[in-house]
């Protein structure tokens, strides 16, 4: 069992329900990045891509879920930010002047995404 099986046993889809492997198994794809908390350690953000949707998981919890083809058509040219519950993906100039993706949740610093991460992300979609 890896560790992110030990992880989903714990979590729930919405409060009061229990997680199942029936949930995890509908999942169609599943894809993983580090990012560094508010207290300096390193975290897991885990995105459960589905047909129509995509859920971002942070600490055993889904902290919000896109509808599949708008996250990919931002990813694919973004401007604005995009903000569903409490996660945000915004183009992060301060960083880079071409405008990295940065992603930011609760109890993550806003974290710019690498390119290799940006990349596998929007492979996924």
């Known amino acids: 069992m890896s560790k992110w099986d030990r992880m989903g046993a714990e979590a729930t889809l919405e409060p009061g329900t229990p997680w199942s492997e029936d949930t ?23 995105f459960r891509i589905y ?14 879920t896109f509808a599949r083809t708008t996250l990919r058509k931002w990813l ?5 930010p995009l903000v569903v519950a409490d996660v945000a993906f915004t183009v992060d100039r ?3 002047r071409s405008g990295r993706i940065a992603l930011s949740l609760p109890d993550v610093v806003v974290w710019t995404l690498a390119p290799d991460a940006l990349a596998g992300l929007r492979q996924r979609l």
């Open 24 to 46: 995890a198994a509908a999942a169609q794809e599943r894809f993983t990045m580090e990012v560094v908390t508010t207290s300096g350690r390193a975290a897991a953000v885990e």
């Open 51 to 64: 047909a129509d949707v995509v859920e971002v998981w942070h600490r055993d919890r889904c902290q919000a």
């Open 76 to 80: 694919a040219t973004p401007e604005t």
């Open 94 to 96: 301060m960083v880079d």
